[in-house]
């Protein structure tokens, strides 16, 4: 029998362990294989690597490829873990370290070449599906089928890196020492969890202190960048952490000092979380921690949506916007407005005329009250004496300090209006004077065309055309389109909803792999405990209740700290979000408990059985 046979048959005889971390695997290599498929094909050659979609393919790429070299180390651990008897074994028959070491590479290299194959096989399979949604969700014009050398290559080697490196550093934890503790895991107990509750109260302090902070003072939390954000997340994590483990230990105490205690078979499930108190806390926050971050990404990818049309609007009020330069050709100027109006003839529109002057050196803008009123539809007076200094970029306040201008130094502000008048940071402040005043600047006249359109969402064709067939020519005209940047901020987030999902996919994948794993690894060991305990005469509903209420506890717990941590964060930004926001993500939550429910039914009947088999 060849060293490499052994291998092959150490496989076979335990395939159960090693299923869901080969199905896990290639699910995860699928997904980064698909998102190569889209980075290297041929209709987005000519795209900017430096581009939104190349970063956030490049970034989402690189996530699933870091989120698979932490979930396949987890694996491999677990299965140090599941293996301890059988590696015992072999030692005991005389084999070295070394081959021990050698049989277990051996053994994850397998498994992980077959993933990668699998993986590659199923993902050319539904790769003309998946670039039918891409072209839909991306819109692009061609986006076919075509055969992905690249994305093949690549894939095929990250991956054999990924599982060597991983595999030669995990077999460095198999040690003679180690073997001899594995050996003797049956009657290892564990340890359980002390009090640590003083830890716990410091450490929701300095989270509420930090996450206070980033709400109300946005100076220091810049000036500390990167460090901040890491101490944030590392003290959000052990928060985590300590609620989930001190919080089973208090529930426990609370239980077990209540009547309901000695019901039915609670004193067994008690019993039974005592003595695992620990590993359950840690699988617990593991799976808190993915469903966090499955809910975060579907918060974000759906509150993205939600602002595109208002953020348009603030940055380009107006549906079609030409300004013609001083320097422009008077008559090429009336050509292109003459187009505008020939290309919007067949909608419902409105046009208007005004004109500013600019003091280009300061590019400060001044607008008569007239053309003022006419934009903004409104009806508002000056005294010969005032002025109103409106915004001219985005979140940025107007000028108002204005003793060192020659026109306004004598004027009194009469009000201030922060709302961008016209394309964001075409002038730093426009200052609306009387007429008379007006008349007498010696400034630069910007003659400016407005353009507003009804339902201007549903005119995106159109925008673009006009956009591609009078561009901004520096000194010529300036051509604005709130619509245009509807369109493209709505690509963005397209591109965001498709590497959100896959990831939100990612993570839920693990969440139940992960959940699996433990039971895997618990499996023998729980069959020995409930055969025993079935001769004393506990029945198999009693059983199937008892293992019911500790599954639920390991699905349904994580769930409940997940959706309670979104939802405290959505109420600490209220100000910010709207009620239909609030109304998706309920919806959004109640999906995903189904999804859990539908799990947990499906796991406690495998596991059940499993527990139950010969």
Known sequence: MSFNHIVVQNILRDKWTYVSYFLSSMFSIIIFFLFTVIAFHPSLNSMDPDSTLGISLMLASMLVYLFSFIFIAYSIMAFLKKKTKTLGIFMITGASMKQIRTLVFRENILIGVMAIIAAIILGLVITPLFLMG?????????????????????????????????????????????????LKSDAIIEKSIKSHYPLLFISILISTALSYLLKIN?????????????????????????????????????????????????????????????????????????????????????SSYYNVEKDSEANYPYSFQYIA?????????????????????????????IEFKSNEEERLGYMSISNYNLLNNQNVSLKDK??????????????????????????????????NLLSTGFQKTYFIVPDLLYNSIDYPVYKTYIFELDNWTTHTELARKITEDIPT???????????????????????????????SLIFLSAAMS?????????????????????????????????????????????????????????????????????????????????????????????????????
């Open 218 to 302: 946005h100076d220091i939390v810049g000036r500390f960048g990167v460090l901040y954000y890491a101490v944030f997340f590392a003290s959000i994590l052990c928060t985590i952490y300590l609620v989930i483990s001190q919080g089973i230990r208090f529930s426990l105490k609370i239980f077990e000092k209540s009547p309901a205690y000695m019901r039915k078979t609670n004193m067994l499930l008690a019993s039974n979380l005592n003595a695992k108190m620990k590993s359950h806390a840690n699988m617990l926050f593991l799976i808190t921690i993915l469903l966090s971050g499955v809910f975060l990404c579907t918060s974000i990818l759906f």
């Open 473 to 503: 020519i520096s000194q010529q005209r300036y051509i604005t389109s709130k619509i245009g940047l509807y369109d493209s901020e709505m690509f963005v987030k397209s591109v965001m909803f498709f590497i959100g999902s896959m990831l």
């Open 134 to 182: 891409a072209k839909v969700v991306l819109k692009a014009e061609t986006f076919g089928m075509y055969i992905p050398i690249k994305a093949i290559v690549l894939t095929v080697g990250l991956f054999l890196v990924l599982f060597v490196v991983i595999s030669k550093i995990m077999t460095r934890f198999i040690n003679k020492e180690a073997s001899i503790q594995l």
């Open 325 to 353: 330069d001083p320097k422009a050709d008077a008559a090429k100027v009336d050509a292109d407005v003459e187009y505008l109006e020939q290309q919007l003839s067949t909608v419902d529109s409105q046009k208007y005329f």
């Open 386 to 419: 005032e002025f109103i200094a409106v915004a001219g970029n985005r979140d940025l306040a107007p000028i108002t300090n204005t003793h060192e201008d020659n026109y306004l130094k004598n004027l009194k502000l009469a009000s201030v209006d922060e709302r």
């Open 514 to 614: 992960i959940l699996y794993f433990y039971l895997q690894t618990t499996l023998l060991q729980e069959k020995e405990k409930y055969l025993g305990i079935q001769k004393l005469g506990l029945s198999k509903n009693e059983l199937f209740t008892v293992v019911s209420k500790e599954l639920a506890i390991l699905i349904f717990v994580p769930f409940a700290i997940a959706i309670t941590m979104l939802f405290a964060t959505l109420f600490a930004m209220r100000t910010m979000v709207s009620t239909a926001f609030l109304l998706v993500s309920m919806m959004s939550s109640l999906c995903f408990f189904a999804l859990f429910f539908v799990s947990y039914l499906f796991i406690r009947k495998s596991y059940f059985k499993r527990l139950l088999s010969n």
